[in-house]
Nanobody, 129 residues
Framework: QVQLVESGGGLVQAGGSLRLSCAAS????????MGWFRQAPGKEREFVAA????????FYADSVKARFTISRENAKNTLYLQMTSLKPEDTAVYYC??????????????????????WGQGTQVTVSI
């Protein structure tokens, strides 16, 4: 069982930056694909970004490309999401997710919520005008 704890959320003005962190309990953290999803009020949870077990490949939703950067430090069992040029439409609860690397044979899997096995409780990000 992997436990994930997000941190770093908060209130920021449009155009500002935030860095989210996700600490994982699992010693085999490096075996997992890691992802970030978000859910705005009244909307479905949507994919934001994902990173392969070794960090060699990353995937982004079109809405955040060139503004957000996902990264990981396997030695620290930690996942990050650096968010820049934030917009009010980025306001949401952001969730960290982990999935067994063996379940990601197709590249489309990285974007699919159902491919991830473990989820954190989420951290609120609010972007004001």
């Amino acid at each position: 069982q992997v436990q994930l704890v997000e941190s770093g959320g908060g209130l920021v003005q449009a155009g500002g930056s935030l860095r989210l962190s996700c600490a994982a309990s699992e010693r085999t953290f490096s075996n997992y694909v890691m992802g970030w999803f978000r859910q705005a009020p009244g909307k479905e949870r949507e994919f934001v970004a994902a990173i392969t077990w070794g960090g060699g490949s990353t995937f982004y939703a079109d809405s955040v490309k060139a503004r957000f950067t996902i990264s990981r430090e396997n030695a620290k069992n930690t996942l990050y999401l650096q968010m820049t040029s934030l917009k009010p439409e980025d306001t949401a609860v952001y969730y960290c997710a982990a999935g067994d690397s063996r379940g990601f044979y197709y590249s489309s899997s990285y974007y699919y919520r159902g491919a991830y096995d473990y989820w954190g409780q989420g951290t609120q990000v609010t972007v004001s005008i």
